[in-house]
């Protein structure tokens, strides 16, 4: 008879197993994050990718059924990641106007915290359609969709409370987010290579557009 170990029914050797498993795909997930944003998807290799996270390409392989697979798994993964704390930002409690702000930093830090990936996005945003893969662009689109409501939903509680500029909400949240994807993709922590990269318009100047732009 097997005895089991847990409730999951794994003994400790195969949770070993697992566990080591999820960190040599981390760490393939973050090398291919930092290769492909430096390189781009088509210019990269999956050998740069090995080489970065100290592996083999055939233990790629071991993980990750092709290069546009690890790229699709790149996207699905901090999509989930970036959607979780936005809806915990967008959660419509407090201020409107603070929680504006709090979704000011929430992006642009979001993004300077992943720069690798900050960077891989900005390039293929920025080449019409972010790839071929429809999964991807499927979870992306469903996201931006989502995103867009959470905003529109923000701006019209904003307006009922009388602090927000009034005008269609589903316009001013498209604004909203075109004005930080503009800073996003000027922001010399994400672009740059330097660690002490200094902020070309800094943060708190803004904040200061946010409140002449949307609040009352």
């Known amino acids: ?9 794994l003994g400790r050797r195969e949770q070993r197993r697992r566990h080591h498993q999820e960190i040599s795909r981390t760490q393939l997930l973050d090398a291919a994050e930092e290769v492909f944003g430096r390189k781009g998807f088509h210019a990269a290799t999956l050998k740069e990718v090995a080489e970065l996270a100290e592996f083999s390409v055939g233990s790629v392989y071991s993980f990750f ?3 546009d697979d690890l790229f699709r798994q790149i996207f699905l ?4 990641e970036f959607m979780a704390r936005i809806r915990e930002v967008l959660r419509p409690e407090g201020s409107p106007v603070e929680q504006l702000h709090r979704l000011v930093d929430f992006q642009v830090g979001w993004f300077r915290e992943n720069p690798h990936f900050g960077r891989l996005f900005l390039r293929s945003s920025s080449a019409a359609m972010l790839t071929a893969d429809a999964l991807v662009d499927e979870r992306v689109v469903a996201n931006y969709d989502e995103v867009m409501r959470l905003q529109a939903d923000l701006f019209a509680r904003g307006q009922a409370s009388g602090e ?7 316009v001013l949240a498209r604004l909203f987010s075109g004005l930080i994807a503009a800073y996003q993709a000027l922001d010399p922590q994400v672009v740059s290579d330097a660690t002490d990269a200094q902020e070309r318009f800094p943060l708190a100047a803004l904040h200061e557009l946010v409140d002449r732009a949307f609040v009352r």
Do not use: A, I, Q, V
């Not at 008879?1 to 029914?9: F, V």
């Not at 927000?164 to 589903?170: K, N, V």
């Open 1 to 9: 008879m097997t005895t089991r170990k847990d409730g999951g029914g």
């Open 65 to 67: 059924e092709s290069k």
């Open 77 to 80: 993964r901090r999509g989930e």
């Open 164 to 170: 927000l500029h009034p005008g269609d909400p589903e």
